[in-house]
T-cell receptor
Framework: GAGVSQTPSNKVTEKGKYVELRCDPI?????LYWYRQSLGQGPEFLIY????????DSGLPNDRFFAVRPEGSVSTLKIQRTERGDSAVYLC?????????????FGPGTRLTVT | DQQVKQNSPSLSVQEGRISILNCDYT??????FLWYKKYPAEGPTFLIS?????DKNEDGRFTVFLNKSAKHLSLHIVPSQPGDSAVYFC??????????FGTGTRLTVIP
């Protein structure tokens, strides 16, 4: 079956611009996560959705970052007034949820470069 | 502050030998630990996991050991194969169901 997909695969934008990054989770996965991976680092948690609601957004670095998942499936990560420090690979993951532990399945990521 | 640490950025091993990747953590509330493998231009792929109530989990060539008192876990790959060459990330799950990742160890298996 199809895995997690992310678009675009690469995005180059100028400092100060607005960007949207899209994530299509695995069908049937109710939990969706966004992570950011900077060069030489491991993925860093940003936000977690359970269905349509953000269950935990404690990892968002500031109010320029926002994410939505209006229908409980596709999610969009939105970054306003981009800064060069936002350059990173943005990873999306999805999983089943409920009692028990479910592995997170990752997409290939979107490489964002802010010039 | 990094709650999950992988202190070896790289490791080279001869094909057929054992690869041992190490990971340390600081938060005693982590309840589940996972290893992910990552190839260039791809997202991390789940490899193996272990609950905090266990001390060992084995899956084929891969075994994860957990030492809770030392807050240390390790991944053993035996025998190592050239296709195992990748970056390996250790991750720990928090009560909020989020994963905290280490910085990764690049494993190179030499044919």
């Amino acid at each position: 079956g199809a895995g997690v997909s992310q678009t675009p695969s690469n995005k180059v934008t100028e400092k100060g611009k607005y960007v949207e990054l899209r994530c299509d989770p695995i069908s049937g996965h109710t939990a969706l996560y966004w992570y950011r991976q900077s060069l030489g680092q491991g993925p860093e948690f940003l936000i977690y959705f359970q269905g349509t609601g953000a269950a935990d957004d404690s990892g968002l670095p500031n109010d320029r970052f926002f994410a939505v998942r209006p229908e409980g499936s596709v999610s969009t990560l939105k970054i306003q007034r981009t800064e060069r420090g936002d350059s990173a690979v943005y990873l999306c993951a999805s999983s089943f949820s409920g009692t028990g532990v479910y592995e997170q399945y990752f997409g290939p990521g979107t490489r964002l470069t802010v010039t | 502050d990094q709650q999950v640490k992988q202190n070896s950025p790289s490791l080279s091993v001869q094909e057929g030998r054992i690869s041992i990747l190490n990971c340390d953590y600081t938060n005693s509330m982590f309840d589940y630990f996972l290893w992910y493998k990552k190839y260039p231009a791809e997202g991390p792929t789940f490899l193996i996991s272990i609950s905090s109530i266990k001390d060992k989990n084995e899956d084929g060539r891969f075994t994860v050991f957990l030492n809770k008192s030392a807050k240390h876990l390790s991944l053993h790959i035996v025998p190592s194969q050239p296709g195992d060459s990748a970056v390996y990330f250790c991750a720990a799950r928090s009560e909020a169901n989020n994963l905290f990742f280490g910085t990764g160890t690049r494993l190179t298996v030499i044919p």
